[in-house]
């Protein structure tokens, strides 16, 4: 099993910045995929943006050019820097690690943390 604990979420006014961070612990033998995700109210969960050692980073459109995903396979931590905030960024905002374990791959959630974007 694969735990992932996220934190760095909060209240911020609009124009500010956050960073997130998820910390995954327990059987990983290896990462294929790191990855952030968002679920605003009503919404359907999105992909914010995700990164791999095969092809690199990956970003929403929203997120270009403000967000910036990091992936530390040592201490096992993604990150995510949220700068330029906008209202709409409002959203549980999820981490994800795809493990590779005995030749297959599963996906592991974190509990979701809360960014509110707000004057």
Known sequence: Q?????????????????RLSCAA????ASINAMGW???APG?????VASTTSTFGTSYADS????????GDNVKNTVYLQMNSL????????YCNFQVGVGGFL???????????VSS
């Open 63 to 70: 997120a270009k050019g403000r967000f910036t995903i990091t």
């Open 25 to 28: 612990s327990g059987n990983i």
């Open 37 to 39: 995700y968002r679920q």
């Open 106 to 116: 599963y996906n592991y959630w974190g509990q979701g943390t809360q960014v509110t």
């Open 2 to 18: 694969v735990q992932l604990v996220e934190s760095g979420g909060g209240l911020v006014q609009p124009g500010g910045s956050l």
């Open 86 to 93: 906008r209202p709409e960024d409002t959203a549980i905002y």
């Open 43 to 47: 919404k359907q969960r999105e992909l």
